[in-house]
């Protein structure tokens, strides 16, 4: 199925973009837990015409509900503003934002330039200090009004945490239907804040597993159409699926290396499970793990030299690291537990993985050599983690207990206080997060 690229001009507005060194600047420190979320008011966009002003509601209603997400802001009741704007490149009368304590303002418009093409502006104010932190302007067709609303969120991100943001992208998952007994599993799309779903594939093969590619176009997954469950991958772009090799047992739990050349699956035999890697350029494959135990879940540091994965070589489930050519395996897990489903933070500073123990199952997060393990959620069954594009968002798989149980995707941010259910349309699991759209 094809899905619409679009490529912005995007242009740093200069006007009245002048921040001294000795000003102090409104920032966020997201790496503390227990962040008072900042207080910023996202008034609506100006526009040019009656279509133009409903269209810069939306816009600004959408900026507000991904920066409300993120836990790191609230976003203030249109309602309580004092000033309207009419003019977003005259400075906004600050002490009438700072009345109803507003931290930061982001101001815009929306300009027609053609009947398919409209150009959005917004300005960043730090309210404080009385200065812009960011200007920027996008030009995108009109249909296509949501991206450039969470660019602009990434934009107010980035300027107030000084890293990147997540807004602009999209999670794959399965999308489920029917009683747990005869479930079926289709493979699905959707923007990250569940706008915009649909199906990838025809018909009602049962999918699982799905995984981005680095350049977000490509996914590969595990499918259960033919006699022994095997690995496929998918163009979004062109909708054109491919078998990954003809392997004599199953191949299973596959992802990318981070260039996306290589993918790394498990492949079952006699058994047994032992992780491979397949150069996606020649299709040749190479061993990396042959023991007599289960290896699985492989998942590459960002700078492709290691891979951690889940063995039960010692006993019990746990997790090992080992350099990307299969050498130097060593153990990094050493908790109470049965660990399982590792992967590598885009930042490379963590390793998210599922815990069960005592009947519950939890959402953890450690560091690459083991230390620093904390869990994140708890309950009857947490698992398929995965991480946003910047490193600080974790969405995962959430089943509820009985019969009648249903699965939803969740997120939960690197404090562990930000739980929240994702929007999605029906019943749902196995998430994937893409990188950012080009």
């Known amino acids: 199925m094809k899905r619409f690229i679009l490529l912005f001009c995007v242009v740093f507005l200069t006007a009245l973009c002048v921040v001294s060194s000795a000003q102090a600047q409104l920032e966020i ?9 900042t207080p910023i008011a996202v008034p609506s966009f100006l526009g040019t015409d009656t279509e133009m002003r409903e269209l810069g509601q939306d816009i600004a ?44 303002l982001a101001s815009g418009r929306v300009v027609r330039e053609t009947d398919t093409k409209i150009r959005v502006e917004f300005r960043l104010w730090d309210i404080f200090a009385g200065n812009q932190l960011a200007g920027l302007r996008f030009s995108a067709t009109q249909d296509n009004w949501r991206r450039t609303a969470h660019k602009a969120a990434d934009a ?41 779903p649909q199906y990838l594939l025809a018909g009602s093969d049962l999918v699982v597993t799905p995984r981005f590619s680095p ?43 981070p260039d996306g050349n290589t993918l790394i699956m498990s492949m079952m035999s006699k058994s047994n499970s032992d992780l491979y890697a397949m150069d996606l350029r020649t299709r040749s494959t190479s061993r990396l793990t042959n023991d007599p135990s289960i290896d699985v879940s492989g998942s590459f540091s960002p700078d492709g030299r290691k891979i951690v994965f889940n063995s039960d070589r010692g006993g019990s489930p746990q997790l090992y690291t080992m350099n990307a050519n299969g050498t130097n395996k060593k153990r990094i897990s050493f908790g109470k537990g049965r660990y399982s489903a590792p992967v590598w933070s885009p930042r490379g500073d963590k390793i998210a993985y599922v815990k069960s123990l005592d009947g ?79």
């Not at 943001?165 to 999209?170: L, V």
């Not at 007994?181 to 959707?190: G, P, Q, S, V, W």
């Open 156 to 196: 107010i991100y980035k300027a107030l945490t000084g890293e990147e943001g997540y807004f602009d992208s999209r999670i794959v998952f399965i999308d489920e239907k029917g009683p747990k007994t005869d479930r079926k599993k289709r493979l699905a799309i959707m923007d990250q804040d569940g706008h915009a």
């Open 61 to 104: 209603k959408v900026i507000r509900a991904d920066l409300e997400r993120s836990g790191l802001f609230k976003s203030l009741d249109p309602a309580s503003f004092l000033e309207t704007q009419t003019n977003i490149d005259y400075q906004p009368t600050f002490a009438d934002w700072r009345v109803i304590k507003a931290e930061a």
């Open 215 to 257: 350049s977000a176009q490509k996914i590969t997954f595990m499918s259960y159409e033919n006699v022994i469950p095997q690995v496929y991958l998918l163009d979004i772009e062109t909708g054109r699926r491919e078998l990954l090799g003809n392997f004599p047992g199953m191949t299973f739990a596959p992802r990318f290396s």
């Open 360 to 438: 519950k199952f939890t959402i953890g997060v450690m560091n690459p050599d083991g230390s620093g393990e904390r869990q994140l959620t708890e309950s009857y069954m947490d698992e398929g983690p995965t991480w946003s594009p910047n490193g600080r968002v974790i969405i995962f798989s959430r089943e509820t207990k009985g019969r009648n149980g249903s699965n939803s995707i969740w997120s939960v941010d690197l404090t562990g206080q930000n739980l929240r259910k994702v929007n999605t349309p029906g019943k749902s699991s196995d998430p994937a997060w893409s990188p950012l759209l080009p």
């Open 29 to 37: 420190d997201i790496t503390k837990g227990n962040i008072d979320p």
